[in-house]
């Protein structure tokens, strides 16, 4: 009898053996092979939402054909206790993902990065509609946050009416859960950093930061060209020097954007002489604050221009100025560029890639000034 149950014993103990070696064998199978023999590397992208079951992600992932069984990854989970670390995000899978490696994903916590690029120069109504085309959230949403002065102060430390100027052009990298007070928050952290490098390499010491970051805001403005920034960099300071107008277009179209919210390229002679704080017909020197938001090279340009005489500069109608020392010079210039068709005739500044400059004339006629024109963390 004895024996009989030795027997039985071993029996059942090959038994039990045998039956968790086959379940080891089929989980070892599960969990380091992909779902898809031979799957594309075509990108599936799921959305783990909070607070949702461990259960209807597996199902999920089942239907999805990422996985072969939400019953054996739901057992796998619970053995290696990856249940609970599951997190909330955006994510990115390919069939040729092992059960293993879906885990990882999703336990991660690292959303699909998306990019988010914004060019020097760019005013914040300009990158507010850019924010909202590219689906991150509204562009009244932005700019709300942009003028926030509670907001402002804190990003800032000091008292300034937005965080134009500030928002520095560069490419983002945001995922779906970053939100539009982290992403600017991102963009002036990184201002930051790189004006704190770029004024090392000062040779004006008569500007205050703030006045610094303004000039180099219509610098970026009014030229597409990158050789020419120390240039229009000495125009405006040869002008301040001897306290004569600024008279540069950008800062109108600027006075009106912060009006109507929206940026018009267009200027009338009517603009010329409306008495705004932008208006740099009319007031003297540099305007309240930046007209839009400056890059490396611009800020460099604002602390360190070209030592020129330069007094006046002309669009040459495609991309690049003519400058003067003169009126007189100047207004040949206007001449031969502004006021000869042929000179202007299948030429745009607006044709041209990465050219920011004003086209040179107001009304037909030519103006008498200086330029008539990082990774977020959720």
Excluded: C
Excluded at 238 to 245: L, S
Excluded at 260 to 282: H, Q, W
């Amino acid at each position: 009898m004895k024996k009989n149950q030795k027997v039985l014993s071993v029996a059942v103990t090959l038994f039990l053996i045998s039956v968790f070696g086959f379940l080891g064998f089929i989980g070892y199978n599960f969990v380091n092979q992909p779902a898809q023999q031979n799957a594309s590397d075509q990108v599936v992208i799921y959305e783990v939402l909070p607070q949702t079951s461990f259960l209807k992600i597996a199902e999920d992932l089942e239907r999805k054909g990422l996985i072969k069984s939400k019953t054996l990854f739901n057992a796998y989970a619970r053995i290696t206790g990856q249940r609970a670390k599951i997190k909330a995000g955006e994510y990115g899978f390919k069939a040729s993902m092992k059960p293993s490696e879906v885990m990882q994903v999703l336990t991660s916590g690292k959303s699909i990065a998306r990019l988010f690029t914004v060019s020097e120069g760019l005013n914040v109504f300009e990158i507010a509609s850019l924010y909202e085309n590219a689906g991150f959230g509204t562009a009244e949403q932005f700019t709300k946050l942009v003028f926030d002065q509670q907001f402002v102060k804190k990003l800032l430390g000091f008292d300034a009416k937005s965080l134009e100027g500030y928002l520095y052009p560069e490419t983002y990298q945001i995922t779906k859960f970053t939100s539009t007070k982290d992403l600017i928050t991102a963009m002036v952290r990184r201002f930051f950093i790189v004006f704190e490098e770029t004024q090392k390499q000062t040779v004006v010491t008569n500007l205050t930061p703030q006045q610094v970051v303004t000039l180099a805001s219509i610098i970026e403005k009014e030229t597409g060209a990158a050789q020419e920034r120390t240039m229009i960099s000495a125009v405006f300071h040869n002008r301040m020097a001897i306290k004569m107008k600024l008279q540069t277009d950008p800062t109108i179209i600027y006075g009106k954007a912060l009006k109507t919210g929206n940026t018009e390229i267009n200027i009338t002679r009517a603009d010329l002489s409306e008495p705004t704080p932008y208006n740099t017909y009319v007031i003297p020197g540099l305007p309240p604050g930046p007209i839009s938001n400056p890059g490396r090279e611009a800020l460099i340009a604002a602390v360190r221009p070209a030592p020129v005489k330069y007094l006046y500069f002309v669009s040459h109608n495609d991309g690049t100025h003519a400058f003067s020392e003169t009126y007189a010079q100047h207004e040949a210039a206007v001449k031969q560029f502004q006021l000869n068709r042929k000179a202007r005739e299948g030429k745009s500044w607006r044709d041209l890639k990465n050219t920011k400059s004003t086209e040179g004339t107001v009304s037909g006629e030519p103006a008498h000034g200086a330029g008539t024109a990082t990774k977020i963390k959720n």
